[in-house]
């Protein structure tokens, strides 16, 4: 052990999971959240790992879904967050959904039993020059004033990108003689649930007007700095999506594929709206894939055109916020320290990871590589042939032997190395397959040979 603690500034799920990590490595740390005494634009509440957007962590297939694949590592690497996701799982279909409430207060009361961690409720705007390692991980919602001071120690514009929020129906107010329950293809989740979606069928005609009223519905206006900002490709609000072409959205989360109604059997819906469970309760369910920037008038007036939502009440409308993030490639190194400012790491989505469980991971990364030097050995780094490795990859250099503009990326199989030619040509789903049995038998030797050093 050492008594000099680690700063790990912001408490979302990156923050709370590189002190979790610290903590359990015999680091002492001290959690700086400035909640409840200045919340942001997305925060309702002063729970550590708040989930602002979807209460959806995606699949937790971890055979042939890189999300499910890197939910399957951390549960190994024993991360904090994964432990209360699975602990507050709600029904999903073949996703892992969470209570948002039940799992933000899971992973507040975890850090608040470890003697090691000591949670500050304060506003870091700039780190004392005695900090001699702090995990940065502010998120994509950083404050002004520490966004001003990593700016003029990084001596780059940052990146940023506007990430829109889904609204919240009552169920009881949803009309269950039109929606019906049924997961796409009725794959079960992890939590066995075949049936897990609401599903809101629409025939052509109201699918026309519905693109047509999403267009030309009121907007929210942006202030001037953030005029300029450009969307992240994987959360587009629904408006922007219709605005591509009318048949956008079929193709996107209104795809009409994998269900059928059971009342109009022989009859495929033009366009499905789905919503999933939100709260263990199953009283509270959102809107799949309906981020949005309509204002809430708007809102309410449009959405309740869908059928099985002419009476649906909100528990919480749509909203935008804008999100910054590093050029992380060129400022940070592969142990994710500023190279400007070694003593500082970054972790979460400030650092150009995309999803919870991407935050979550990078955290985890950085707790342990903090936790590593506070110990005096070498950090280091998961093989990248792993789903921790390709996102470590993509987010301190791998990126830019593709060239272009280093934009925010969830984890996929496209960040991962190829197999050996001894594998075969394999496609499809055995590709994947086998990528996820390498990352596994590669990670459990990481996670080895890390414990053998320890």
């Known amino acids: 052990?050492?008594?000099?603690?680690?700063?790990?500034?912001?408490?979302?799920?990156?923050?709370?999971?590189?002190?979790?990590?610290?903590?359990?490595?015999?680091?002492?740390?001290?959690?700086?959240?400035?909640?409840?005494?200045?919340?942001?634009?997305?925060?309702?509440?002063?729970?550590?790992?708040?989930?602002?957007?979807?209460?959806?962590?995606?699949?937790?297939?971890?055979?042939?879904?890189?999300?499910?694949?890197?939910?399957?590592?951390?549960?190994?690497?024993?991360?904090?967050?994964?432990?209360?996701?699975?602990?507050?799982?709600?029904?999903?279909?073949?996703?892992?959904?969470?209570?948002?409430?039940?799992?933000?207060?899971?992973?507040?009361?975890?850090?608040?039993?470890?003697?090691?961690?000591?949670?500050?409720?304060?506003?870091?705007?700039?780190?004392?020059?005695?900090?001699?390692?702090?995990?940065?991980?502010?998120?994509?919602?950083?404050?002004?004033?520490?966004?001003?001071?990593?700016?003029?120690?990084?001596?780059?514009?940052?990146?940023?990108f506007f990430d829109a929020i889904a609204p919240i129906v009552h169920r009881d107010t949803i009309d269950m003689e039109k929606a019906w329950f049924q997961s796409r293809y009725d794959k079960a989740g992890p939590g066995g649930d075949r049936a897990a979606y609401l599903n809101c069928p629409m025939t052509e005609e109201e699918y026309r007007a519905f693109v047509a009223a999403l267009v030309a519905g009121e907007k929210t206006e942006f202030r001037d700095f953030e005029r300029d900002t450009p969307y992240f490709e994987g959360c587009l609000p629904i408006e922007v999506m219709a605005e591509r072409g009318p048949e956008t959205l079929r193709f996107g989360p209104m795809k009409p594929v994998g269900l059928t109604n059971p009342r109009a059997p022989d009859r495929k819906p033009y366009a499905v709206v789905q919503l999933r469970q939100d709260n263990a309760l199953g009283s509270l369910f959102n809107m799949v894939g309906f981020q949005t920037k309509l204002k809430h008038g708007e809102q309410t007036r449009i959405f309740r055109t869908i059928p099985g939502l002419e009476r649906a009440e909100f528990a919480r409308l749509g909203g935008i916020h804008r999100n910054t993030f590093l050029n992380a490639p060129k400022l940070l190194d592969g142990a994710l320290r500023l190279k400007a400012r070694p003593a500082w790491r970054f972790a979460g989505q400030v650092t150009g990871v995309e999803g919870y469980v991407e935050s979550a991971a990078i955290g985890l990364l950085a707790g342990r590589f903090a936790a590593a030097e506070r110990q005096g050995r070498a950090p280091s780094p998961p093989p990248s042939t792993t789903a921790l490795g390709a996102l470590l990859a993509h987010i301190t250099g791998g990126h830019l032997s593709g060239g272009g503009t280093f934009q925010p990326m969830n984890c996929n199989f496209g960040l991962f190395p190829e197999l050996p030619a001894s594998a075969g040509r394999l496609k499809g789903e055995a590709r994947k397959r086998a990528l996820s049995a390498r990352a596994l038998a590669d990670l459990d030797g990481w996670l080895g040979s890390r414990a053998a050093a320890e």
């Open 1 to 160: 052990m050492t008594s000099e603690p680690v700063h790990v500034v912001g408490g979302g799920l990156a923050g709370s999971e590189a002190a979790f990590a610290l903590a359990r490595a015999g680091v002492p740390v001290v959690l700086h959240e400035m909640r409840p005494h200045r919340m942001t634009p997305a925060h309702k509440g002063e729970s550590l790992a708040e989930l602002v957007c979807s209460n959806s962590f995606r699949s937790d297939d971890a055979e042939t879904n890189a999300v499910g694949l890197l939910h399957a590592e951390l549960r190994r690497a024993g991360s904090l967050v994964m432990a209360a996701a699975d602990a507050h799982q709600v029904p999903a279909g073949a996703a892992l959904a969470v209570d948002r409430e039940g799992f933000s207060a899971a992973v507040t009361a975890a850090l608040e039993a470890e003697p090691l961690v000591a949670i500050a409720r304060e506003e870091i705007g700039c780190p004392p020059p005695d900090w001699t390692s702090v995990v940065l991980a502010t998120g994509p919602l950083t404050s002004p004033d520490l966004s001003a001071t990593i700016l003029e120690a990084t001596g780059e514009d940052a990146l940023a």
